[in-house]
């Protein structure tokens, strides 16, 4: 253990806050989380570790109240609670900061501190005393903020200090950080870690939940390690390596899973070179083939997205150049990439790839509206039928969902809905970010197999996953980015923790 | 207008708030307008037409103070001068049963309450029918003119029927400046601090910054609505009182176009439509500055007919404007530049030195 | 049978029904109200007001709202108006003050779209400035004569029956704006623009030019609706018509239109316009002034936007008592991947939009 530990009696260090006894969340048919029990104690900074899907952001919930547990117990200071909603959480100290801090950006600093709490001195806002306390807790912390500025005019890092600073103004006793690390430089990480350190001294409780491994390595006491649901370890920081906690986390070999690729060499169809947006990703360049399956790997906000978006048209790309069956290619909306014969499967299906209101074979050929119209803009309602009931059978969506409303099916069954989206527009190229983010494995198999399908019938796909596993699996090449750049370039198959290590950074020592 | 803060990036805030410098520009604005009208038109300086323009500012300034409260939690009130109207003609009749030292106080006791009551009702209808404040103050809007029409009774109320304290208010002053100025400054100081100085008002920009925010923290959102409407409300019917002194015989039109006045006088003084930022003050330096250039097309007879386009124009600029700059100023929520050096660390260095470093 | 059972269980279809019961009640206390007279007579009264519902309603389904159309409609009454009377052929008077509704509804959607305005501040500043406007050209004078066409118009009969020519009119557009509405590409394009904005744009919708096309039928018919009013008062004054805008965005939202949009139907909007004309009718014969017609469109308007979300937490709540446990959505980042916490920046709760 770290011997920053403070002084007092090593009982009050170690003493538990608060408690995970067995608990147990299930979504519909998904187990989220299996019988997990873990104990946050005085004082020190605990590493959460584990893939996409393995549970971290339930348990989070969890104990932030969102959500309740459907068996086990939590027990804050010794007595078991019932953590009903997030204002109760709160009452009981677990504060949590997200990767987009909450604040009110007209609002100064030290007012984003007290929201709801404003000091008052016989029943006025006591501006003097709001001011003097904001300067107290950053000096305490040793940060550098002046409390008068409006928060607009500050970056995200200072942000999330503002977020943090006011977990301690709350009295917060146990704070969790979820991948607090991802949109800041390395330079504010180390900020930051200072920061966490003298938290940590001043006896609160840290969860950091983050795929950098080399900061977990770098900042936490004690790492506990999820993995389907279950908690798979849980040891001290410095009795396990990075390649442990990797072997750890990635678990089972690849299974029946994934589906079995055809490898094809086609010829050239897109060629991206030094493409830079300032800011999210720079001098990014590499080339796709027809047929292949091109993976890119990397932990959250190295850029894949605002790549994927740059070449779709949503967002273009400050400089750089593109090439399109050798034909020159500016990405100046998404409607032109359709044209050309891109598609893009995006992250979030909710927000970005459905309209809930509608029923499915509308949104199942929104991408080709325009074909369905007959020449004088009439909506051919019959002809879109046909084209669903064919859409569906390619992705394997039964017959008896095709005339509901989106909002009603399930999330596999809705993402089913957005591939048979992008499948209508017969793509060259097919862009997936997340495919399988949030829905159950079964149908996790058929999209994966109807993926592989396409690219043996010479579709270049581009496949952007953070599972560490799946991306492996299911890509014919695989590049890695981090924090903007493609960093490394494998050929399949190939290990997990070479592909994490480029990921995160980390590299390894030659095995002796 | 609006923007004016210095856009250095630095950690040490040097600008307290948006407003203050944006204030201050209007002020200049206002000033300078004054002048150069006096300088060259006779008709602006003489003692009347001051004494009109300012009285009439005063009243809109009073309504645009409420209006901007309502604007500063992302609200909006359409219904303010029905509010006005039908404020204006039971505070004129009714107060004149109360005689008296005492008449005085019930008449504007009367006028906040009634007027506390309408906003209420809008209130209620944003908070128990869930619907959005422009849509819910666009049917009280009709229901409160037709009250006023109703409560008029197809006459009006007779300058011979308001008491004279009413009737004698508008020509009044105190230490030699008028009585509406005098209330129009009350009204402003006593919003200011309460927006400044009160969780309330702090709530009110909360709510205005950001909503969700403002709930999860733990902002009671549904009683601060009731409180938003009924202050915008309060301040309606106060100006509802002045306006039967000020214009002596109320009919069933009393108030009409007030809202669109009283919108652009708080946006143009720099209160965002987004929410969130402006002040008490804002409002008044638009009403002052709207109301000096409408005074001043009026003189120069370029059209007494301008005022509704001048408002609608002023409002799409200053929307326009707002937006565009707040854009430009407010910093990108992600990373700014990458640092290219970002030290690739040595696994077995770490596991060899036992874990963190203290930073 | 599942088609019959959603068109009778339908938004519209209860429309229907309150139409019917008004017509029943209405004509059991009066006698007039379905007389071919006071037919004729609520019709000719609420033509303009149809015909700007059917303008504001695409807007509002793609999830803007246009405040401004009778500023646009007084704008370009006047401007026709002031034409005709210094003697300008009616063909062409009619022709710039249409034009001149147009670009009343480009400027709007030019502003909203590609200015990134909100909506709601927008044609509220222009519904002020096109008033305004009309205000600079007229002051206070009216133009009472105009040519027999344009009176003819808006106030005569098809020839041989009883039926209102504007009428005809009135319901041809609608008919087209049905046709736009529910069976073009456009038409599905507003309903995806108007439920998840950015999955439109993602599918590659021209999101732009679907919203700003809105605007320009929305100016456009306003301005239509202004030469109605000319033929039907025959008065063209400034400023005229602004009692309209209530009943007009009533109708939209009584018609099943969501004010956040995505969902309506045109029909919906025509039978909301019909219950709202009858009503006031109904109420008119009764002895209620025409301020009270409108108290009574305003209370309408909150029944039509206020009961379907309090059905829905009246379920809400007693479904939440009987089960135990609260779900709260939103206030979680996802499982490590983007999504701001539920109290993220961009947020449009109740009001201003």
């Known amino acids: 253990m770290s011997d920053q530990r403070s002084s007092d009696a090593d009982d009050n260090a170690a003493a538990p806050v608060v408690e995970l006894r067995g608990i147990r969340r299930s979504f519909g048919g998904l187990q989220a989380l299996s019988g997990v029990s873990m104990t946050l104690r005085r004082g020190e900074i605990v590493g959460l570790l584990g893939e996409n899907g393995a549970g971290k952001s339930t348990l989070v919930k969890i104990l932030t109240g969102v959500l309740e547990p459907d068996g086990g117990q939590i027990v804050v200071d010794g007595e078991v609670r019932r953590v009903s909603n997030p204002r109760v959480a709160r009452e009981l100290g677990i504060a949590a900061t997200y990767q987009e801090p909450a604040v009110f950006p007209d609002l100064d600093v030290a007012e984003n501190l007290f929201a709801g709490r404003q000091p008052t001195r016989r029943g006025i806002v006591d501006w003097g005393a709001m001011y003097k306390k904001a300067e107290e807790v950053f000096r305490e912390i040793g940060v550098d903020l002046d409390p008068r500025t409006p928060v607009y005019q500050l970056g995200i890092a200072d942000r999330q200090i503002i977020e943090i600073a006011k977990s301690l103004i709350s009295e917060a006793r146990v704070l969790i950080l979820d991948e607090p690390t991802s949109v800041l430089s390395s330079r504010e990480v180390d900020s930051l870690f200072v920061l966490l350190n003298s938290l940590r001294d001043r006896g609160i409780s840290l969860v950091f939940v983050s795929h950098k491994l080399d900061e977990v390595k770098a900042i936490t006491d004690r790492v506990v390690v999820l993995r389907d649901g279950t908690l798979v370890a849980e040891k001290p920081t410095s009795d396990v390596s990075v390649s442990e906690l990797v072997q750890m986390m990635c678990g089972r070999a690849i299974g029946d899973l994934y589906p079995s690729l055809t490898r094809v060499a086609g010829d050239t169809i897109l060629e991206v070179e030094n493409l830079t947006r300032r800011g999210y990703f720079q001098n990014v360049s590499f080339s796709l083939r027809r047929g292949e399956i091109l993976g890119l790997a990397g932990l959250v906000g190295a850029g894949r997205t605002e790549l994927a978006e740059a070449i779709f048209g949503i967002s273009p790309p400050d400089s750089g150049s593109m090439t399109l069956d050798g034909i020159p290619y500016t990405a100046v909306s998404p409607r032109h990439a359709v044209r050309v014969g891109i598609a893009y499967l995006p992250e979030d299906r909710l927000s970005n790839g459905l309209v809930m209101g509608m029923r499915v074979p509308f949104n199942m050929t929104m991408t080709v509206w325009s074909r369905i119209a007959n020449r004088f803009g009439r909506f051919r309602t019959r002809v879109m039928y046909r084209q ?10 039964q017959a008896g969902r095709l005339n509901q409303l989106t909002s009603s099916l399930s999330g596999g069954n809705q993402q089913k809905v957005v591939l048979g989206k992008w499948l209508a527009t017969e793509p060259r190229i097919l862009i997936l970010d997340e495919p399988t983010h949030g829905i159950d494995v079964g149908t996790k198999a058929e999209v994966l197999g109807i993926v592989a399908e396409l690219a043996a019938s010479g579709v270049a796909v581009i496949f952007i996953s953070s599972e560490l596993e799946e991306v492996r699996a299911m890509s014919t090449r695989l590049l890695v980015m981090r924090e903007g750049s493609i960093v490394a370039e494998f050929a399949t198959p190939v290990d997990a923790h070479v592909v994490l290590e480029a990921a995160s950074g980390v590299v390894a020592r030659q095995e002796s | 207008m609006i923007a004016d803060v210095a856009l250095s990036a630095t950690r040490r805030g040097r600008v307290r708030s948006l407003v203050r410098r944006s204030d201050t520009a209007l002020i200049g604005l206002i000033v300078l307008i004054t002048l150069v009208a006096t300088a060259t038109l006779s008709d602006f300086r003489t003692l009347s037409n001051i004494n009109n323009l300012l009285n009439t500012t005063a009243l809109i300034a009073i309504v645009a103070i409420g209006e901007a409260v309502v604007i500063l939690a992302r609200q909006i009130d359409l ?12 505070v004129g009749s009714w107060s004149g049963h109360v005689s008296g030292p005492f008449g005085p106080v019930f008449g504007v006791l009367l006028a906040l309450g009634l007027g506390a009551a309408f906003g209420l009702g809008n209130a209620l209808l944003i908070n128990v029918f869930k619907m959005p404040a422009i849509i819910a103050t666009l049917a009280t809007l009709s229901i409160y003119t037709g009250l006023q029409i109703i409560v008029n009774n197809g006459s009006q109320l007779y300058l011979t029927q308001v008491p004279k304290w009413l009737a004698g208010l508008r020509g009044n002053a105190w ?25 309330f008002g702090r709530d009110i920009y909360a709510l205005g910054s950001n909503p969700d925010a403002a709930v999860y923290l733990g902002v009671k959102i549904r009683v601060r609505t009731y409180q938003i409407f009924a202050l915008c409300g309060a301040l309606a019917g106060l100006g509802g009182l002045l306006y039967t002194s000020q214009f ?18 708080a946006v143009v003084g720099g209160v965002s ?21 409408q005074n001043i097309l009026e003189l120069t007879r370029i059209s007494i007919f301008a005022e509704q386009t001048l408002q609608g124009a002023a409002i799409v600029i ?30 077995a260095a770490i596991d060899a030195a036992g874990g963190a470093s203290n930073g | ?49 149809l015909c700007l519902a059917l303008g504001v309603a695409p807007v509002i389904m793609t999830g803007d709202i246009d405040l401004s159309v009778v500023g646009t409609l007084a704008l370009s009454g006047v401007v026709m108006g002031d034409l005709m009377s210094h003697g300008m052929a009616t063909g062409l008077a009619i022709a710039i003050g249409l034009v001149i509704a147009l670009i009343c509804g480009l400027i709007n959607g030019l502003l909203v779209v590609l200015f990134d305005l909100p909506a709601l501040a927008v044609t509220l500043g222009t519904m002020g400035a096109y008033t305004g406007i009309s205000f600079l050209i007229l002051g206070g004078l009216a133009i009472t004569t105009f040519p027999n066409s344009v009176v ?18 009135v319901l041809v557009i609608a008919a087209i704006m049905a046709y736009l509405v529910h069976f073009t590409t456009w038409g599905k394009s507003l309903f995806a623009v108007g439920g998840n904005r950015k999955a439109a744009l993602f599918s590659g919708i021209a999101v732009n030019r679907v919203r700003i096309i809105t605007f320009v039928i929305s100016g456009f018919l306003a301005g239509f609706a202004g030469l109605l009013f000319l033929g039907n008062y025959e008065t063209a004054q400034a400023g005229m018509g602004a009692s309209e805008l209530l009943p007009a965005i009533t109708a939209v939202i009584l018609g099943g239109v969501s004010a956040y949009g995505g969902t309506g139907t045109i029909p919906g909007v025509v039978i909301a316009a019909v219950l709202l004309a009858l009503l006031q009718s109904a109420l008119g014969l009764h002895g209620f002034s025409g301020q009270g017609q409108t108290m009574a469109v305003g209370f309408l308007l909150i029944i039509a936007i206020g009961a379907p979300p309090l059905a829905r937490s009246a379920r809400d709540w007693s479904r939440r008592r009987r089960a135990g446990v609260v779900e709260i959505a939103s206030a979680g980042a996802g499982e490590s991947k983007g999504g701001s916490a539920g109290s993220g920046e961009a947020v449009r709760s109740t009001a201003v939009n």
Not at chain 2, 79 to 90: D, M, P, R
Not at chain 2, 251 to 256: L, M, Y
Not at chain 3, 23 to 38: K, Y
Not at chain 3, 152 to 169: A, D, E, K, R, Y
């Open chain 1, 388 to 397: 669903s009931a064919q859409l569906a059978e390619r992705v394997q969506l």
């Open chain 2, 79 to 90: 219904s303010v001068g029905a509010i006005l109207g039908i404020c204006a003609y039971l």
């Open chain 2, 175 to 199: 230490f030699g400046i008028g009585t509406f100025i005098w209330i129009a400054v009350i009204c402003l100081i006593v919003v200011t601090f309460i927006l400044r100085r009160t969780r």
């Open chain 2, 248 to 265: 002596g015989n109320v009919d069933a039109t009393a108030g009409n176009g007030m809202n669109l006045t009283v919108i652009a006088a």
């Open chain 2, 273 to 293: 439509l987004f929410g969130g930022a402006g002040t008490a003050l804002s409002a008044v330096l638009g009403a002052l500055l709207l109301g000096e250039i």
């Open chain 2, 318 to 347: 200053a929307v326009a404007v707002y937006a565009v700059v707040s854009r430009r100023l407010r910093r990108p929520v992600r990373r700014e530049a990458f640092l290219s050096d970002h030290p690739t660390l040595d696994t």
């Open chain 3, 1 to 49: 049978m599942a088609r019959v059972r959603q068109l009778v269980l339908s938004w519209e279809a209860g429309l229907v029904v309150l139409t019917v019961l008004i017509v029943i009640i209405g004509q059991s206390a009066d006698h007039d109200l379905i007389s071919s007279f006071n037919l004729q007579t609520t019709a000719l009264n609420n033509v303009i007001l």
């Open chain 3, 152 to 169: 003819s118009l808006g106030s005569s009969n098809l020839t041989g029956t009883q039926i209102p020519f504007c009428v005809v009119v």
